[in-house]
């Protein structure tokens, strides 16, 4: 992907203040472009996004089972066999070391890939086999906030690796068996470490379910969360409060807030617009704690103030014309990445988009008259392929004002013209 803008030159941010002021205005929209495709899919469109820990290059997974980076120059896609479920930065991963460059990938029916962010080579792999000896490709990776072990979520189970050591690894349970009604049951679907280096980390699963372990619990586990109603899509801690954990529900228009000191209540909801789509809307809090971020199916992005009382949007703005199903902010700066769209499916035949019923016959009344034996040959009528109606993915400045003279700390972007 190149990001688009009216010339070549060089954009320098400022850097990120620790609570940046809104002040009501609408982001200035610093680059945009599309992922790639091809002809064995040409309806392609960012699934996930987000930049990498040193805020340098920006990784994408695609709906046509790729990975897409998008960093000053070149651009690179890097293939999968088959659907990619999840992936996650090397905590300490950094572009001028090549060593560190790397993440890890889940996709279906493989191992799971630790791949190098330069070439895309294979660096090692990390195996969960099944008791019918089936590979198992998790839903779901973090890594611990040291970096030192991989934690990869599946069905009623968390699978943990020495992230140095490659080859099998340590299974948590999270339910006894599958007939127990205890513990959390279902695909574990989202896994986050509370930032203060305790060990403390929440997995949720889409059986509507949220548990908080400890990395020296093993199986047991330190609480469970009540308030959820649906599928749980994501968790995430805020970065500055701890003891805050935030979480999405599947089709609901409520972002979940509670305090893991007192986890059997929901601290707050707060209100996006109304949810009808099965998609993950991915939500993130920005490095200061302050502000929370979520995009709705609509293309809008809705800002909530962590340090206000309401519970409703601060501020909500029209960034793109399909489902934003990623929102992410920069590490350093005051930068926010977005990436839109979703499958839509034509409701009527191939004649008509509208959806209307159209004969396809090629005979006409005339031509029956003529020979009344023919018989009225219809062809069969096949659904449309899904299609996207907005693929793509943008940089925002959160700031009213760029400072475009001397340059500062922070990420340098180029923006070359497609």
């Known amino acids: 992907m190149l990001f688009a803008s009216g010339n070549n030159e060089i954009l320098r941010v400022p850097s990120f203040a620790r609570k940046f002021d809104l002040k009501m205005q609408t982001p200035t929209l610093l680059a945009s472009g599309n992922p790639k495709s091809d002809d064995n899919y040409r309806e392609n469109f960012v699934r996930c996004a987000r930049w990498s820990p040193d805020g340098k290059q920006a990784l994408a997974q695609c709906e046509d089972r790729t990975f897409q980076f998008h960093i000053i120059e070149p651009d690179s896609v890097f293939s999968q066999p088959d659907a990619i479920l999840d992936f996650a930065w090397y905590p300490w991963s950094n572009i001028d070391s090549p060593g560190s460059s790397c993440f890890v990938a889940s996709v279906k029916e493989c191992p799971v890939k630790l791949l190098d962010a330069t070439d895309g080579r294979l660096r090692a792999s990390y195996k969960i086999v099944d008791h019918r000896e089936r590979q198992v490709a998790p839903h779901s990776l973090a890594f611990n906030v040291f970096g030192t072990h991989l934690y990869c979520g599946y069905e009623d189970a968390i699978e943990v690796f020495d992230f140095l050591r490659p080859g099998e690894g340590t299974t948590i349970k999270t339910a006894p068996s599958k007939k127990s009604k205890d513990g959390m049951k279902g695909i574990v679907s989202s896994i986050s470490f509370a930032p203060d280096q305790s060990g403390v980390y929440a997995a949720s699963s889409l059986a509507s379910s949220i548990t908080l372990f400890a990395e020296n619990s093993g199986d047991d586990a330190v609480a469970y969360l009540d308030g959820m109603a649906s599928a749980i899509t994501q968790v995430k801690f805020n970065p500055t409060q701890p003891h805050l954990l935030y979480a999405t529900q599947r089709r609901n228009d409520e972002i979940l807030c509670w305090d893991i000191r007192q986890p059997f209540d929901v601290l707050c909801r707060f209100r996006r617009k109304a949810s009808r789509t099965n998609q993950k809307l991915l939500f993130d809090v920005d490095p200061s704690g302050q502000w929370l971020i979520s995009g709705d199916e609509d293309g809008g992005i809705c800002f909530f103030n962590m340090f206000s009382e309401n519970s409703e949007a601060t501020f909500r703005f029209h960034a793109h014309n399909d489902a934003v199903g990623s929102v992410h902010f920069h ?17 009527g035949t191939t004649g008509d988009p509208s959806g209307s019923e159209t004969s396809e016959s090629e005979s006409t009344d005339e031509d029956m008259d003529k020979d009344a034996s023919c018989h009225h040959i219809t062809r069969r009528k096949h659904a449309k392929p899904p ?13 009213s004002n760029l400072d475009y003279g001397a340059p500062e700390s922070g990420a340098v972007l180029s923006h070359t013209e497609i």
């Open 387 to 399: 299609f996207t109606t907005d693929s793509s993915m943008k940089i925002w400045s959160l700031q």
């Open 331 to 347: 590490p350093s700066q005051s930068l926010l990445l977005s990436a839109s769209g979703s499958r839509h499916f034509n409701q």
